[in-house]
């Protein structure tokens, strides 16, 4: 099993950039594959990204695709989103999972980090 610790988030200007990290603790993490949720107030925890175990598969939501990129170090057990060209409708508080498969679902992510706030001002 992995903790895991969401950082980087912060206030940015629409059409600015931001990275997020996730770092993970445990000798396991390089098995699991990843991915970003994002939850805004009063909404639903929504997919935004998946990154397979080696790092050589990654999904997006329509919503992310062409802005966001994910990535991994398993070298450093850490899982990052760039996000670029950031809009207000970004504006959430960004969580990072573990699943031990493949899934965009949020119910079947294994470990969950307790989120960071991003917050994209007009």
């Known amino acids: 099993q992995v903790q895991l610790v969401e950082s980087g988030g912060g206030l940015v200007q629409a059409g600015g950039s931001l990275r997020l990290s996730c770092a993970a603790s445990?000798?396991?993490?390089?098995?699991?594959?990843m991915g970003w949720f994002r939850q805004a107030p009063g909404l639903e925890r929504e997919f935004v990204a998946h990154?397979?175990?080696?790092?050589?598969?990654?999904h997006y939501a329509d919503s992310a695709k062409g802005r966001f990129t994910i990535s991994r170090d398993n070298a450093k057990n850490t899982v990052y989103l760039q996000m670029n060209s950031l809009k207000p409708e970004d504006t959430a508080v960004y969580y990072c999972?573990?699943?031990?498969?493949?899934?965009?679902?949020?119910?079947?992510?294994?470990?969950w980090g307790t989120g960071t706030q991003v917050t994209v001002s007009s």
């Open positions: 990154i397979s175990a080696s790092g050589g598969r990654t």
């Open positions: 445990g000798r396991t993490f390089s098995i699991y594959a």
């Open positions: 999972a573990a699943i031990r498969g493949v899934s965009s679902s949020a119910a079947a992510y294994d470990y």
